[in-house]
């Protein structure tokens, strides 16, 4: 391999710092969308059901943040007591 030849920045970007690509790419895509808001709207109503609903997910991709599955391992039997209510 070659030999790195640059600056390494050991102390990386600083914290709260955005992306400047990611911002640029999402600044980007919310133009093309608002120039476009009508004719998109316009060939949204004339797609079918499931069509419409597929675009509308790859779009909500771009503009709201990705949620990750969580895992819990430390989980027993013991931990969850079930709730009686007695109604009379």
């Known amino acids: 391999m070659g030999e790195f030849r640059g600056q390494i920045n050991k ?15 999402k600044k ?3 133009d093309i969308v608002e120039h476009n ?3 998109l709207q316009e060939e ?3 797609m079918k059901p499931n069509e ?5 997910i790859s779009l909500l991709e771009h503009v709201s943040p990705k949620l ?9 039997e013991h931990a969850f007591k079930p709730i009686s209510i007695n109604l009379s």
Not at 12 to 25: D, E, I, K, M, Y
Not at 52 to 56: F, G, Q, S, T
């Open 52 to 56: 419409k609903a597929r675009i509308i």
């Open 68 to 76: 990750r599955s969580v895992e819990t391992n430390d989980v027993t």
């Open 28 to 30: 980007l895509i919310a």
């Open 44 to 46: 949204l109503d004339q």
């Open 37 to 39: 808001l009508e004719t």
């Open 11 to 25: 102390a990386g970007r600083p914290a709260n710092s955005t992306n400047t690509l990611t911002r640029n790419v």
